[in-house]
């Protein structure tokens, strides 16, 4: 994302509880950065946003917050989700004209008042024009499927704070279910797991490493052990210990049952000739959960359907908000018709 005059870019944006990844027409992505700002207490001054908050997160002193605006997959702040929006297109290039369109995705599940919420940044942030998607809906764009045919397909797109499901026919979504456990609830497991059994505290970036190099939900080929280090909650001083792959994944067990039983639930609810088709064509996995190892063997062996993990999981939502960005004319049935206040 960068020129050297003043201009209006059309952008497609995945504004993610972890991550936000920004799409640029013509460009491709042009920014995959944690969706983090640090800002002063005092004045609400913004002070850095994306890696170089995410260095700050739980190492700022109590003039200096950081926070995750987004929560759940909505903006839970909105005056610092805004200031981040306007920020993060700041990185992209500084200079730049308000005139320009934006696609947005969002979960499926959200309300009016969260997609207005959504909207409204948007459009502080400099945009004219701006579309939303539901999340499930871009992954499927972006994984390669063809939404128009009128042919089941099944999405199941693990973000951080929430975890999309849907079947998609005819340029719209049949049948959907949005849960609010994802890869937040799975690092919270971790932690938990360490509190009740090691008596120590970890980070949220420690519980995302740990998941991330040893959580799996599949027994592994080979069962690691690995260093821990946190505080301990007896006497509060730094401590070291150990813990097994197979530990961690049992502690993982709960938020990726309550995955699969959502999943269930939705083939459940499938009218039958899509049932069919999802048979055919199988379950595909997007989002940053996806590469959860032994995931799509689990489900595989939980519904008896071909479970694929599409090719770059992690970007899948905002490759798939960039084509309908590129392609608005096509994909014009796609967006989310939403009411205005």
Not at 108 to 125: L, N
Not at 178 to 196: T, Y
Not at 265 to 283: A, C, K, Q
Request: with cysteine.
């Amino acid at each position: 994302m960068s020129f050297f005059s003043v201009f209006s870019a059309d952008l497609a944006i995945d504004l993610g509880t972890a991550n936000t990844l920004i799409y640029m027409r013509g460009k491709g992505i042009v920014l995959n950065e944690p969706s983090i700002v640090a800002f002063d207490r005092n004045t609400k001054k913004i002070v850095a946003i994306g890696n170089e908050a995410r260095e700050m997160l739980g190492r700022t002193h109590r003039d200096i917050r950081t926070i995750r605006p987004m929560k759940d997959g909505v903006i839970a702040d909105f005056e610092i989700a805004e200031g981040m929006l306007r920020e993060f297109i700041r990185k992209i290039h500084a200079n730049w004209s308000p005139s320009r369109r934006i696609v947005i995705c969002v979960p499926s599940g959200v309300t009016e008042v969260e997609k207005r919420a959504v909207r409204d940044s948007a459009e502080h942030a400099g945009a004219k024009e701006v579309h939303l998607i539901a999340e499930p809906m871009a992954a499927a764009v972006g994984i390669g499927l063809d939404v128009d045919a009128p042919v089941g397909n099944m999405v199941v797109d693990i973000g951080g704070g929430t975890t999309e499901i849907a079947v998609i026919a005819l340029s719209g979504i049949v049948n959907e279910e949005s849960i609010r456990i994802a890869g937040d609830e799975m690092n919270s497991a971790i932690i938990q797991f360490f509190k009740k059994n090691h008596n120590i505290l970890i980070g949220e970036r420690t519980a995302e490493a740990i998941k991330c190099e040893v959580g799996s939900v599949m027994p592994l080929k080979e069962e690691v052990t690995i260093q821990v280090k946190g505080r301990d909650l007896v006497n509060g001083i730094p401590k070291t210990t150990e813990a097994s792959s197979v530990e961690i994944r049992d502690s993982l067990n709960e938020p990726v049952q309550s995955i699969i039983d959502a999943v269930k639930l939705t083939l459940e609810r499938t009218p039958p000739e899509l049932s069919s088709d999802i048979l055919d064509r199988g379950i595909m996995l997007s989002g940053g959960g996806a590469l959860l190892k032994g995931l799509d063997e689990r489900l595989r062996l939980e519904t008896n359907l071909p479970v694929h993990v599409a090719e770059d999981p992690l970007t899948a939502v905002v490759r798939g908000t960039g084509k309908v960005l590129e392609n608005l004319n096509q994909f014009t049935k796609v967006l989310i018709k939403s009411r205005r206040y």
